[in-house]
């Protein structure tokens, strides 16, 4: 991984950021769903140390804005848990694909779920907005290979997320007593 990532992707115009809208609740936030995402993305991939397969190339990633249902299903699937998560990334490519030369690099699928989202940010006093922008940084870093199954590997992961949401304004959703106030 590059250590001095700012210099080290593409003009953000060459990213292909595809937004797609699956459950009609993701409109009550009144946000520019799209606009949220591509600005959370882009700010990640300028702040984080990336693969070196992916250094100095356009990527395409797809975010999916789901329910619970959907997240439910796909988390009993491929992680074993039989109830609903906020986030879930899926990688296009594994270890022993054959990484494509030309184009975008498919970096792979964000999934997220509004109603989970929507009542932690509730529960934890946040903006939905600062809340739905930490998941898709935390599920894009997941797809560039960044993990918080140890303690060591959490610490990095939580704070890169950290500097990438102060960037973006947002406050360290991992403080104790986080508020809006």
């Known amino acids: 991984m590059n250590e001095n990532s700012n210099l080290s992707i593409a003009p953000s ?3 292909e950021i595809d937004v797609a809208v699956q459950e009609p609740d993701w409109h009550a936030s009144h946000l520019d769903l799209e606009d949220v995402a591509r600005t959370a993305i882009l700010q990640a991939l300028r702040m984080a140390p990336l693969p ?17 249902d ?10 074993g ?10 990688a296009q490519l594994d270890a022993d694909s054959p990484v494509p030369e030309d184009g ?16 932690e940010a509730k529960e934890q ?3 939905f907005k600062d809340h739905y922008t930490h998941m898709l940084v935390h ?7 960044f993990d918080h199954v140890e303690e060591d590997e959490a610490n990095v992961m939580e704070s890169l997320e950290i500097r990438i949401l102060e960037n973006l304004n947002i406050q360290n959703p991992y ?4 508020s809006m106030a």
Do not use: W
């Not at 975008?104 to 009542?119: A, E, K, W």
């Not at 403080?175 to 986080?178: I, R």
């Open 13 to 15: 115009d060459d990213h």
């Open 52 to 68: 070196e397969e992916i250094e100095g190339r356009s990527i395409e990633v797809s975010v999916v804005l789901a329910n619970d």
């Open 70 to 79: 959907l997240l439910q299903v796909l988390n009993r699937e491929y992680r």
């Open 81 to 90: 848990k039989d109830k609903p998560t906020n986030v879930l990334s899926f």
């Open 104 to 119: 975008p690099y498919p970096v792979g699928d964000i999934i997220l779920s509004y109603q989970t989202i929507d009542r």
């Open 125 to 127: 006093d946040k903006f």
């Open 139 to 145: 599920g894009l870093l997941h797809l560039l290979g």
């Open 175 to 178: 403080m104790e007593n986080f």
